[in-house]
């Protein structure tokens, strides 16, 4: 087990406080998920597509291996096939599981995005990309080839359309345990940021309107008394059409409130607009840092600071929050990109709301990874986490200076956290 960092729990508590004064409904489960798998409502449509049946088997609060293994062992008979999507946290667990599981004559399917780092034992078939009917057609049918099943992407706008709606039997019992729901209107991402682990796609993909509304329908009736969504779109506003099917599909079911993410190059007069007729309270910004020439070399673009700026007091003028992505640990980070961050961080506190703050994790489907591979020296992956210290060594600080500078950042937010609350109160 990874015990809580003490300064990042004490901010996300002020956080928790300062989300639910705008958003009352809001709350962090105690010892839970804050939202559910929802790969396992993507899977049992695929399955269901197939014909195949399927059953879900909740191991969060499962002690080790050996009780993950025998609970699944009791579900299932030899020749089943078991769908994996570990985490980097339970990576190992999961391996060994599997491992297990075809030793007892089940099937195993890796996929994730810690998939492409297993070896070729350590699953029955192995998925690397973005999973369709064919694919998983392919992924329960037996073979004699090898198991790595790789989907490449197409850069672009995907011609195809997903037409399925997530079937979300399996996670009912999630009803009235997490605050938020997430939705899709499009999957995958155009933006090239090295850093981002949804930049493997290179490609969107969009979803049709009526698979939307089905889903929202299926929402209303298995969540009816969560109303606020998460959209998944990893930047809202890259499609207009799939704007509008968010907003055709919920001119007609009034009542819910909506939280985006986007990047700041795609903030334009239509997209606000599109983003106050939904009803959008928050907007999430992926910010990483203020040294815009570090990220511009990562891959990630911007015209600037003053541009930055501009963009949240429009978003801030429409009555919406922002919450900034502020990531520490990058590779390229130095002693004057963090100064720059925790300043510009105070100096906009009268339009930054909040901030999620990461510390970075080499993920093996990052634009960066290769290159960072022979820099990683911790190779155990319960140690892969975003609220711990960096597993490589970065190229201008040592580990160790890397983390005491991510704790510096959320001192930083603590502060005006802090302060904001002690204003509230004089006031």
């Known amino acids: 087990m990874h ?11 002020l956080y928790e406080r300062e989300f639910a004064r705008d958003l009352p409904e809001y709350f962090i489960p105690d010892g839970g998920l804050w939202e559910m798998p929802l790969w396992v409502a993507h899977l049992t449509a695929l399955l269901d597509e197939l014909s195949a049946e399927s059953y879900f088997s909740d191991l969060g609060r499962m002690p080790g291996a050996q009780d993950c293994l ?26 060994e599981v599997s491992r297990g599981l075809k030793e007892a004559g089940r099937r195993t399917v890796l996929g994730g995005n810690m998939a492409p780092l297993a070896g070729p034992t350590d699953a029955t078939r192995i998925f690397a990309g973005q999973l369709g009917i064919a694919q998983l057609r392919e992924l329960l049918r037996p073979s004699s080839g090898g198991n790595l099943l790789i989907r490449p992407s197409v850069p672009g706008i995907n011609p195809e359309r997903i037409d399925w709606a997530p079937e979300y039997r399996h996670l009912s019992g999630y009803s009235g345990q997490v605050p938020l729901l997430r939705l899709n209107a ?24 009526d698979a939307i509304a089905r889903e929202v329908d299926q929402l209303v009736e298995r969540f009816p008394d969560t109303k606020l969504i998460y959209i998944g779109d990893k930047t809202f506003g890259q499609s207009r059409e799939a704007v509008a099917n968010l907003l055709a599909v919920f ?7 909506f939280i985006v993410q986007t990047h700041v190059l795609a903030l334009n007069p239509w997209v606000l607009d599109a983003m106050s007729e939904l009803g959008v309270a928050v907007v999430e910004m992926g910010f990483e840092s203020a040294d815009t ?8 673009l911007s015209r600037g600071l003053d541009d930055y700026r501009a963009k949240l007091e429009k978003i801030d003028a429409r009555g919406m929050r922002v919450v900034l992505n502020v990531m520490g640990g990058l590779a390229a980070e130095t002693e004057d990109s963090h100064a720059q961050t925790t300043r510009w961080l105070r100096e906009c506190a009268d339009v930054v709301w909040l901030a999620n703050l990461y510390n970075f994790v080499p993920y093996p489907l990052i634009p960066d990874f290769e290159a960072l591979k022979p820099r990683i020296h911790d190779w155990d992956f319960s140690h892969w986490r975003e609220d711990a210290p960096v597993v490589f060594t970065p190229h201008h600080l040592t580990p160790e200076r890397s983390w005491e500078l991510f704790i510096e950042k959320v001192g930083a937010m603590t502060e005006i956290l802090s302060g904001r609350t002690a204003g509230a109160v004089r006031g």
């Open 70 to 95: 025998d609970a699944l062992l009791e579900v299932s008979v030899a020749g089943d096939t078991v769908l994996m999507s570990p985490l980097a946290q339970n990576f190992d667990l999961a391996i």
């Open 3 to 13: 015990a809580p960092q003490p300064d990042l729990s004490h901010y996300y508590k």
């Open 186 to 209: 499009s999957h995958g991402c155009l933006y090239k940021c090295g850093f981002c682990g949804d930049a493997w796609s290179k490609q969107l993909t969009l979803v049709e309107n």
């Open 251 to 257: 001119a007609e079911r009034p009542g819910f409130r």
């Open 293 to 300: 020439e570090l990220l511009r070399a990562g891959g990630k």
